[in-house]
């Protein structure tokens, strides 16, 4: 037993994802646990980054960014999101999404700061709130569709209550916030002085027609949103670690200087080609993306209502949440260990998104995987029987 470590990362534990992944890998697996998006890079992407290697791009950047791709994202958010961002003063380029919230919430939230967070949870947004010392006030949505009630918002706010997480699309249940429910958040925000961080890392995974809404972009609202998203997903660079969060000027120079703090700055020639990616691809590149994963989505999905193993069908983002109550285990990481026996399939126990026993009912799969994976996955689990 050591003496040392910080008390605050007292019930930390492994991500349930790594966990998952770890033991997938153990049994030459295929690996439905992990979003690495291990689809193709566009070309662009991966031409700029070579080029920038060779231009010399290779040194520290400003710590907010290079600003070619502050100056990307700023047109980027006026088309897209309908956010009018200043490149010099309102964006901060970070390692990855998760670092953009990470350095959000270090640089505006205090120990003993209540937040609200939306179940099912993205497990790495608890963690994080509670490495910095906040509360997360976990408010249940409905299933299948997992709607909100904002009645749950409204009885959850105390004098305490200091910022609300969404999430949209969502990880792990792929749920597309609505504007009304958006709407709705935002007049509370006003209405109680409080922060939003918007968590949009998938905002190009839409499907059955459905359009990305930024909070950030409400009458009222830019003064007090968090936008934080990356191309992690969208460029399939995971492992390249570039994210971004907008803020007001006044929050985004704390969000910067923390950035500084911990990382110095992103990657310098990854983040050029992230740059030059989202000047040359055009609509068509999106819209290629959202139907090869809305076919994703349908092929999945459809086997796994075949065997029995229901899923609530996701509005966006790339994973699925299925229902695991009729194999056996008590547990959900007993069930999602199951599965991975019989079938060789990795997904993730449905606790690390819920809390209390509700997620022992849930695994989630994600379905961002190359054609021939995929297919392999589905075969695989084509032929499970469930008691």
């Given at each position: 037993?050591?003496?040392?470590g ?43 980054v ?10 520290y ?18 088309s ?67 709607d ?16 609300i ?88 120079e ?101 809390q ?32």
């Open positions: 037993m050591t003496r040392f910080n008390q605050r990362l007292t019930g930390l534990v492994q991500s349930e994802i790594r966990a998952m992944t770890t033991a997938c890998t153990r049994v030459k697996g295929i690996n439905l646990a992990q979003g690495v998006c291990d689809t193709g890079v566009p070309t662009a992407v991966i031409r700029s070579k080029e920038a290697v060779d231009k010399g791009i290779n040194t950047t400003r710590f907010d960014g290079l600003a070619s791709l502050r100056q990307a994202l700023a047109n980027k958010l006026a897209y999101n309908a956010i009018k961002a200043d490149p010099e003063t309102e964006i901060t380029v970070s390692c990855g999404a998760t670092g953009a919230f990470q350095c959000a919430c270090m640089a505006l939230l205090n120990p003993g700061d209540e937040v609200i967070v939306f179940e099912p949870f993205y497990g790495y947004h608890i963690s994080t709130l509670e490495a910095v010392q906040a509360v997360p006030r976990v408010i249940s949505l409905n299933d299948p569709r997992w909100l009630r904002m009645d749950d918002v409204v009885e959850a706010l105390n004098d305490r209550t200091r910022a997480v969404i999430n949209t699309p969502a990880n792990p249940s792929g749920k597309v916030f609505t504007k009304q429910e958006l709407e709705d958040i935002g007049a509370l925000a006003q209405q109680h002085d409080l922060l939003v961080f918007t968590d949009e890392i998938y905002e190009y995974f839409l499907y059955d027609q459905r359009e990305h809404i930024s909070l950030g972009s409400f009458p009222g609202m830019a003064d007090r949103t968090i936008t934080i998203s990356g191309y992690s997903k969208t460029f399939s660079i995971t492992g390249w670690r570039i994210g971004h969060a907008v803020a007001p000027a006044s929050y985004a704390l969000i910067g200087a923390m950035n500084d703090l911990l990382y110095v700055c992103a990657p310098a020639p990854l983040q050029y080609g992230v740059a030059v990616g989202i000047q040359e691809l055009g609509s068509s590149f999106y819209q290629k993306l959202r139907q090869t994963f809305q076919d994703k989505r349908d092929r999945f999905c459809e086997i796994l209502e075949r065997v029995g193993l229901n899923p609530t069908i996701p509005q966006g983002a790339y994973y699925v949440l299925a229902d695991v109550s009729r194999i056996p285990g008590e547990t959900g990481k007993a069930r999602a260990m199951w599965i991975l026996e019989k079938t060789g399939v990795a997904g993730v126990p449905g606790e690390a998104f819920f209390g026993d509700r997620g022992s009912q849930y695994i989630r799969f994600s379905y961002a995987k190359t054609e021939k994976d995929l297919a392999e996955a589905c075969s695989r689990l084509a032929g499970l029987r469930v008691p």
